[in-house]
């Protein structure tokens, strides 16, 4: 069963550097979204991307990440000066249609880890 | 905006005996509605969904969900629980115009031996 996957599983990085979170989304699928989860919080919505532009994107989603599909099977999000707060679960997910019946697949995570 | 209400944290039932897990959503219309399901180190994998018709929802492993539009709720059950079924439950919803999942706070389940 195809599914999405993500890397690292775990990643750890000093206050003010950046980072670079990976995932492969499920092959025939169209849209791509990231969503954060604080310990202990919810899930929560960063952004969605549908033909190589964001498509929607939440109060958190500020200057300091970006998203990119740099080729046919990679989707990043990067955060350009981590801080503190950032330390959370990173999760992926895809869909094959933006609509509001379709599914969307999860990946496993990344432990983002800011010291 | 839209919300969803889980108000149990934690759970904690004996295996075999019978699950329900509570949500409540608070959206002007009937949005779709998911239940996911997240085991210790792992991503969050669909139980099952609801768009439109029939309330009673059949999903994976067994569970089942009711949609009920007079209480604004959509709660999980399982007549019998197993002990894989230990895990965190988190109830999202969708309107239907947007793409963004907004989730529950999720419930921790425990079962018991």
């Known amino acids: 069963e195809p599914e999405v996957t993500q890397t690292p599983s775990h990643q750890v990085t000093q206050m003010g550097q950046e980072v670079i979170l990976r995932c492969v989304p499920i092959?025939?699928?169209?849209?791509f979204y990231w969503y954060r989860q604080i310990l202990g919080q919810k899930v929560e919505f960063l952004v969605s991307?549908?033909?190589?532009?964001?498509?929607?994107k939440s109060e958190i989603f500020d200057d300091q990440f970006s998203v990119e599909r740099p080729d046919g099977s990679n989707f990043t999000l990067k955060i350009r000066s981590t801080k503190l707060e950032d330390s959370a679960m990173y999760f992926c997910?895809?869909?094959?249609?933006?609509?509001?019946?379709?599914?969307?697949?999860f990946g496993p995570g990344t432990r983002l880890t800011v010291l | 905006a839209q919300s969803v209400t889980q108000p149990d944290i934690h759970i904690t039932v004996s295996e075999g005996a019978s699950l329900e897990l509570r949500c409540n959503y608070s959206?002007?219309?009937?949005?779709?509605l998911f239940w996911y399901v997240q085991s210790p180190g792992q991503g969050l994998q669909l139980l099952l969904k609801?768009?439109?018709?029939?309330?009673l929802v059949q999903g994976i492993k067994g569970f089942e969900a009711e949609f009920k539009r007079s209480q604004s709720s959509f709660n999980l059950r399982k007549p019998s629980v197993h002990w894989s079924d230990a895990a965190e439950y988190f109830c999202?919803?969708?309107?239907?115009?947007?793409?963004?999942?907004?989730f529950g706070s999720g419930t921790q389940l425990t079962v018991l031996p």
């Open positions: 999202a919803v969708k309107p239907g115009s947007a793409r963004q999942l907004t």
């Open positions: 092959s025939n699928h169209l849209y």
């Open positions: 991307f549908y033909n190589n532009e964001i498509s929607e």
């Open positions: 959206y002007g219309a009937t949005p779709y």
């Open positions: 609801y768009f439109s018709g029939d309330t």
């Open positions: 997910a895809s869909s094959e249609a933006g609509g509001g019946a379709d599914t969307q697949y």
